[in-house]
């Protein structure tokens, strides 16, 4: 423990059971000494384990649906009361496609179900800043971290709308970014992470055969759900104040590999038989 966000108040978006990411992010905050709430759609939170979470935590549990802006000042302005002043961080931690949950094909997409998509993974990053910034509810200097995927710049089949809808995330942590921070010196960014075993990503096809060709393809390495927890853990902290609008990437370095010898090794081997 090094007490990195001693003193510090947040809301984290997300934590649905022990392998989400939002639920190991809490962890880590809560061992540096931060507090924060806990939010999650009302649905969610029926059907994850977040009030385990909470009493690890002493975390208060604040439901709130991240597309309804109503939600969002509800969300915001109970938290600044529940931890006694205005919040130094944020998680968004938000994803889900009807369309690949429902496996529709990306090229026969239902345009209703796309407008969700959209609405929940993208858009809901724009009105929790949005809300936030009306209020006043963030500190200077203080840190909002949303989760994306390399989808958003590569082509991954199966990855569906939620690519585009990851696209727009991205777009959002830039612009909202720059008049933040010009505002309020408010960090804005996102964390694109190596392929992890989640609720959410394990619902993609053909996901199990992707996470054993990332793990092949990073020099390092798949990185773990625990790692990206540390990884925003310090981008919450005061040692990257200075770090806004970036799309960081925590993949073990498959974000800059062509291909690998691991995977050349596989071919060779197919070819041989």
């Known amino acids: 423990m090094n007490n990195l966000l001693k003193g510090k108040r947040g809301i984290i978006f997300g934590a649905l059971d022990e392998n989400s990411i939002a ?8 061992e540096q000494g931060a507090q924060f709430t806990l939010t999650n759609a009302p649905v969610a939170l029926r ?3 977040i009030k385990k979470l909470s009493e690890i935590c002493n975390a208060p549990i604040i439901g709130a649906d991240a597309t309804v802006v109503e939600d ?3 969300l915001v302005s109970e ?3 529940h931890l006694g002043g205005k919040l130094d961080f944020v ?3 938000i994803g889900m496609s009807p369309n690949v949950r429902k496996g529709k094909t990306y090229t026969d997409v239902n345009y209703e179900w796309m407008q969700k998509t959209y609405d929940i ?6 009105k929790t800043l949005q809300t936030c910034m009306k209020q006043d509810a963030l500190n200077d200097w203080s840190s909002v971290l949303a989760l994306t995927y390399i989808a958003a710049q590569r082509s991954f089949p199966g990855y569906g709308d939620m690519a585009d809808a990851k696209a727009t995330l991205e777009s959002i942590v830039r612009s ?4 933040y921070g010009t505002q309020k010196k408010v960090r804005v960014n996102s964390i ?3 392929p992890t075993m989640t609720t959410a990503g394990s619902g993609i096809k053909g996901f199990d055969s992707f996470f054993g060709f990332a793990e092949k393809m990073s020099p390092l390495g798949n990185a773990p759900a625990d790692a990206c927890a540390d990884y925003c853990v310090s981008m919450f902290s005061d040692l990257t104040r200075y770090v806004t609008m970036q799309n960081l990437f925590h993949d073990g370095g498959f974000s800059n590999v062509g291909v690998s010898d691991a995977i050349m090794h596989l071919f060779e081997e197919k070819k041989g038989e």
């Open 23 to 30: 639920w190991k992010v809490a962890l880590k905050a809560h």
């Open 72 to 74: 969002l000042e509800k």
């Open 176 to 179: 909202f970014g720059y008049y």
């Open 91 to 93: 998680l968004h931690s």
């Open 192 to 194: 694109s992470q190596s």
């Open 79 to 81: 938290s600044m009361n």
């Open 121 to 126: 993974s993208a858009f809901s990053l724009h």
């Open 47 to 49: 059907m994850g384990e």
